[in-house]
Nanobody
Framework: VQLQASGGGLVQAGGSLRLSCVASGSIVSINVMGWYRQAPGKQRESVATITRGGLTNYADSVKGRFTISRDNAKNTVYLQMNSLKPEDTAVYYC??????????????WGQGTQVTVSS
C-alpha cells in the first residue's frame, strides 16, 4: 500500500491550499485517514482526522480554518486549508489505517508535502 500526497506549496498569509492524498495497492478498506504536520524542530502533530463514516476531529489550532474530507470510492483524503498563517508552515503527512486482509490492519504514511506560508 502506498500513500501519495500532493498539493503543497508556497502561499501568502491569508491564502488557501488544498492537499490531496491517494492510497493505492492491496486495500480491502480504509478506516481512519488523517493529516499530520511537522515543523522544523518540532514533533509531528495531528492536524485533522476523518473516519470512514465521516466523523472528523481537528487540532484546536486549525478549527474553523481547515476542512478534512474523503472520497471512499477513490481512497482519497483531502485537506482544504484556508486563512493560512505562517505558523502553519510545516511538512504535511497523510496517514491511513488500512485493512489489507480480513483480519489484518496496518498504518501507512505518505511521503510528506511541504507547505510554506509567508507573512
Amino acid at each position: 500500500v502506498q500513500l501519495q500526497a500532493s498539493g503543497g506549496g508556497l502561499v501568502q498569509a491569508g491564502g488557501s491550499l488544498r492537499l490531496s492524498c491517494v492510497a493505492s495497492g492491496s486495500i480491502v478498506s480504509i478506516n481512519v485517514m488523517g493529516w499530520y504536520r511537522q515543523a522544523p524542530g518540532k514533533q509531528r502533530e495531528s492536524v485533522a482526522t476523518i473516519t470512514r463514516g465521516g466523523l472528523t476531529n481537528y487540532a484546536d489550532s486549525v478549527k474553523g480554518r481547515f476542512t478534512i474530507s474523503r472520497d471512499n470510492a477513490k481512497n482519497t483524503v483531502y485537506l482544504q486549508m484556508n486563512s493560512l498563517k505562517p505558523e502553519d508552515t510545516a511538512v504535511y503527512y497523510c496517514n491511513a489505517n488500512v485493512r489489507v486482509e480480513l483480519i489484518r490492519t496496518y498504518e501507512y504514511w505518505g511521503q510528506g508535502t511541504q507547505v510554506t506560508v509567508s507573512s
